[in-house]
């Protein structure tokens, strides 16, 4: 086991560190500004280290940031049994984008490896979309681009995960979604080496569906013009993303319950947002029919 857990924390890191300069490299591209990622390597006291990449005030994104990571030290003790203390080792790469524009989805994105000294190990991740003006065109892009990555492996992965990410991303005190979902796992364990390679390829896929899933979606409307009360009502519903992130999310408080870099675990919350007291839209409006969405699951692929 231990043999096992030294070869895949090898490949997982080596994979999550190439796919942060993929991604960046495609993003640059992408905005078009001209801005390039600010790069900062950082150390942590406790073991580990990792590299945060942002671009600020782009053409299309007004904050972006894309982190690697890999840490090891003691468990939190909300994993550590006091008569048996644990180390743990883990590594991944997250990303946030927050668009400038308000046609534009925000796109969220983390894959991991995590192991334990007492042998245990797992695969987590996924990818979902909060979008401010609901495309159904952009929802079925997503969802079919992530569907089709994970019926390569397995044909239950995509419904499982689906739901999984609905459950998770969901802000109860809202009693309302994210976003409109895409997939979510975790725990993804393998019994023997053979099973832990399948993982590995289906976690590699997942994570490089991530670039078709969302690119196109923000090509088809990133020329599109917007009006002030649009961006208006982006900034109110990134202020519900920012609920979440901070009240709910587990990598939030597993960064920061394990002494993580705090700059890189909030790097997650977008430049500018707001909180208005008691806010609905009219009725019958785009932002009606977005927040009816965001209350009732839908299926956007056939499965």
């Known amino acids: 086991m231990a043999e096992l857990q030294a070869s895949m924390r090898i ?21 078009g500004s001209g801005t390039k990622f600010f790069r900062e390597t950082w150390e942590r006291q406790h073991g580990g280290g990792g590299i945060t990449m942002v671009l600020a005030e782009g053409n299309v994104f007004e904050k972006a940031g894309v982190n690697f990571s890999a840490v090891h030290g003691d468990a939190p003790d909300s994993l550590n049994d006091a008569s048996v203390p644990l180390q743990f080792f883990a590594t991944g790469i997250s990303l946030v984008l927050h668009p400038r524009s308000p046609k534009i989805p925000t796109v969220h994105a983390n894959f991991r490896y995590f192991e334990q000294s007492d042998g245990a190990s797992w695969f987590g991740g996924g990818t979902d979309i909060t979008p401010y003006y609901l495309d159904v065109e952009d929802a079925v892009h997503f969802h079919q681009t992530l569907k089709t990555a994970c019926d ?3 044909l239950t992965y995509y419904p499982r995960f689906k739901t999984w990410c609905d459950e998770y991303f969901f802000i109860r005190h809202r009693n309302e979604s994210r976003g409109i979902g895409g997939i979510f796992f975790d725990h993804l364990s393998a019994e023997n080496p053979a099973e832990s390679d399948q993982l590995f390829a289906f976690v590699a896929d997942a994570a490089r569906a991530f670039l078709p899933a969302y690119m196109p979606i923000v090509e088809r409307h990133k020329d599109e013009s917007y009006t002030e009360a649009e961006r208006h009502w982006q900034l109110l519903r990134r202020g519900r993303y920012v609920e979440f992130n901070l009240v709910y999310d587990r990598g939030t408080r597993f960064g920061l319950e394990t002494n993580g870099r705090t700059e890189s675990i909030l790097m997650s919350l977008p430049a500018v947002a707001r909180w208005e007291y008691d806010v609905h839209p009219a009725p019958g409006s785009p932002e009606a029919a977005l927040e009816e969405v965001l209350r009732h699951s839908r299926e956007w692929v056939r499965q």
């Open 11 to 31: 490949r997982a890191e080596e994979l999550f560190r190439t796919l942060q300069e993929e991604i960046t490299s495609a993003l640059e591209v992408l905005d």
């Open 152 to 154: 390569k492996h397995d």
